[in-house]
């Protein structure tokens, strides 16, 4: 069993930066890709980045490469979003999750992913 939870949201101005943490309980996270994913109002739930289990691969959504940095240790169980750049379309819900078992690549999927936080919210000013 695995318990995620996120902070670190918060109001921002354009241009501006967060760091977001998901702090995650139980003896299997370090096998576990985790990822972000984020929702805005009346639009579906999108990856935001995702990274393997000993932090060697990711991947990111499009709209988030070159401003958005993800790491994780694993000493801490924890994972990171580095958010830079930002912009009012990242206004959402930011959600972690964490796969169930062991994965190679860090998927982009949501469906692939077991375990979910309660979200924090990310709301960026023009």
């Known amino acids: 069993q695995v318990q995620l939870v996120e902070s670190g949201g918060g109001l921002v101005q354009a241009g501006g930066s967060l760091r977001l943490s998901c702090a995650a309980s139980?003896?299997?996270?370090?096998?576990?890709?985790m990822g972000w994913f984020r929702q805005a109002p009346g639009k579906e739930r999108e990856v935001v980045s995702a990274?393997?289990?000993?932090?060697?691969?990711?991947e990111f959504a499009d709209s988030t490469k070159g401003r958005f940095t993800i790491s994780r240790d694993n000493g801490k169980n924890t994972v990171y979003l580095q958010m830079n750049s930002l912009k009012p379309e990242d206004t959402a819900v930011y959600y972690c999750?964490?796969?169930?078992?062991?994965?190679?690549?860090?998927?982009?999927?949501?469906?692939?992913?077991?375990?979910w936080g309660q979200g924090t919210q990310v709301t960026v000013s023009s």
């Open positions: 139980g003896r299997t996270f370090s096998r576990s890709s």
């Open positions: 990274i393997s289990s000993s932090g060697g691969r990711t």
């Open positions: 999750a964490a796969t169930s078992g062991y994965t190679i690549v860090p998927s982009r999927y949501d469906a692939e992913y077991y375990y």
